[in-house]
């Protein structure tokens, strides 16, 4: 397979394994909820490298659909390279604007996106999926890196996406109408990764036949796809016989049913069926023979709208996005309208095309993630489908920007409310919905613990030693501080006795009594994180102990 290579691609192919985690800081002022919960539908403010790593305790394996619209890397975005890696070449680049004639933006471009798709994919759900907005900038590039991350087996499409129908008038020689969106998987061998699309529209019209079981449309059993045929699908070809009076077909010929029918294409040459005998045998009562213009009978099955379950017919999504709705003047008339006649985004995406992407990715209790989030057009997708049809998605948003509040959480309170001026009636009543606001706070310097400076919060240690320890989700509301216990999972009941107070930790240690201040036995072991203890392996042992040292055992854990 071919690999991709850039300059500084040894220093951040593992980077995301040494980020910090850090605070996520509460702010009740900004958030739309009467409790803040990491629970709730979450905006959080900060470089979104260390919020995506912050979020992995709570997160990590439960996104189900992210979608992404990072810079697309043109030279007038005014971005600039800030992470700040160890590598003189690369402290070099740091805040330092990437414009069209920097050689290596490129290579900044891919040393910025490595990272935080490594965390991104951690964050997904095993049978989860990422959508990238891109252009021709960085497609190539961003699809090698995506093979290069998630496994090119792990490619379901690119998907052409009609946002300027009239063509940018500023490129050189061809107005461009047209970007991308770059779909995977985490695993693309898990059937739920994408969902059908139901039919609507114009797909509707062809259901333009109606018999007891509803409307249908007429579709032909004969596969016209040349590429097929008689010699190389042998156990497709054979006759179909038709009643010519009733038009119902038979794979016995009789008096009754004596029209004998063989898939052959328009030049006489015999082709296949689409189905097999046993099918055929099956389903008669929703096939009939049809006689054509030529003379020539042909053989058609009943497509049905609605299905036996009663939903409508769904079909696969296209690789082609040409709707109206899906424009970029769509998606700015819109923040025009919610933010009273002015547009703070030149480009924002419309909501139409994110819940698009949505549909096709999730259902309607998942978790949905942008970690580039801008004006929040896909809490606002999230929050306009829940509408719609009663579900229950959330969504997590991290914005590094100022304008995190100003912007993006304020375009979120307002279409909560209503927006008096919108066009579409749901958005004018408003969408219901909460969230709450963070702000990134200090790393949690494990080490700091030997030296009692910046200590964490005693829930800001859980988290981290929870999901070092289990790799699972973060309960916050099941601590209980007093005895230690904060949580568990299908092996462990897990205990933390730790204080953010040095005299506290030299002094504590995991005696006999607060072992067995810990209940009897049940059928789970506990694993207990203390600064030290005060029992040998036989004790711990007899009461299904396992110790982790402060912070010895949880830095070794994290590596």
């Not at 040494?18 to 979450?42: A, C, G, I, R």
């Not at 409307?215 to 497709?236: A, H, Q, S, T």
Request: net charge positive; aromatic share 10%; with cysteine.
């Amino acid at each position: 397979m071919a690999q991709l290579k850039f300059k500084g691609k040894q220093f951040v192919q593992n980077l995301h394994l040494s980020v910090k985690y850090h605070e996520l800081v509460p702010v009740k002022s900004k958030s739309l909820t009467k409790e803040v919960s990491l629970n709730d539908n979450l905006i959080i403010h900060g470089d979104n490298l260390l919020a995506l790593k912050a979020l992995l305790p709570a997160y990590a394996g439960k996104v189900k659909c992210i979608y992404i619209d990072p810079p697309y890397n043109t030279g007038n975005e005014k971005w600039a390279y800030n992470d700040n890696v160890n590598s003189p070449m690369m402290q070099e680049w740091l805040g330092k604007v990437v414009d069209k004639d920097d050689l290596t933006r490129h290579d900044k471009w891919l040393c910025m996106m490595m990272p935080r798709l490594k965390l991104l994919r951690e964050l997904l759900s095993d049978n989860g999926v990422i959508f990238i907005s891109i252009d021709d900038n960085e497609i190539n590039n961003l699809r090698m890196l995506m093979d290069d991350i998630f496994g090119e087996h792990n490619f379901i499409g690119c998907l052409v996406v009609q946002l300027n129908p009239r063509g940018r008038t500023l490129d050189r020689f061809i107005a461009k109408t047209h970007e991308y969106i770059l779909l995977y998987s985490k695993n693309a061998l898990l059937e739920t990764s994408i969902n059908l699309v139901t039919k609507e529209g114009e797909a509707l019209s062809e259901y333009n036949k109606e018999d007891k079981k509803g409307k249908f449309r007429k579709l032909e059993l004969r596969n016209r796809n040349p590429v097929f045929n008689r010699n190389n699908r042998p156990n497709l070809f054979f006759p179909i016989y038709v009643n010519p009076r009733t038009e119902k077909v038979s794979l016995k010929r009789d008096k009754t049913y004596s029209v004998e029918v063989l898939p052959r294409n328009s030049e006489g040459v015999d082709g296949c069926w689409t189905w097999g005998q046993k099918k055929v045998k099956e389903n008669t009562d929703i096939l009939l023979g049809r006689k054509v213009s030529t003379g020539a009978w042909r053989i058609y099955r009943k497509d049905y709208l609605l299905t036996d379950d009663g939903k409508t017919a769904v079909t696969k999504a296209k690789a082609l996005w040409i709707e109206k709705e899906i424009n970029n003047e769509n998606g700015k008339e819109v923040l025009r309208e919610i933010f009273n006649g002015e547009s703070p985004f030149d480009f924002p995406k419309s909501v139409d095309l994110i819940k698009k992407c949505i549909k096709l990715g999730s259902g309607d209790n998942d978790i949905v993630l942008d970690s580039f989030s801008g004006s929040g057009t896909t809490a606002h997708a999230v929050l306009d489908l829940n509408k719609e049809d009663g579900g229950n998605r959330k969504f997590v948003l991290v914005e590094c920007e100022d304008y995190a509040d100003k912007i993006t959480a304020e375009r979120i309170r307002r279409i909560t409310k209503g927006v008096p001026k919108a066009k579409d009636e749901e958005l004018k009543k408003g969408l219901d919905g909460s969230f709450s606001f963070f702000e990134l706070g200090k790393p949690i310097e494990i080490e700091n613990i030997l030296s009692g400076k910046n200590l964490p919060s005693f829930k800001e240690l859980a988290r981290y030693v929870f999901y070092t320890a289990t790799g699972e989700e973060f309960k916050e509301k099941e601590v209980d501080i007093k005895s230690g216990y904060i949580g568990e999972n299908d092996e462990y009941e897990v205990y933390l006795f730790y204080k953010p107070d040095l005299a506290y930790l030299k002094n504590t240690a995991l005696t006999l009594d607060r072992a067995k201040s810990l209940g009897p036995f049940r059928k789970k072991k506990r694993l207990v994180f203390a600064p030290t203890k005060y029992l040998d392996q036989e004790f711990l042992d007899e009461l299904r102990i396992e110790f982790a040292q402060l912070p010895f055992e949880i830095y070794r854990m994290a590596r």
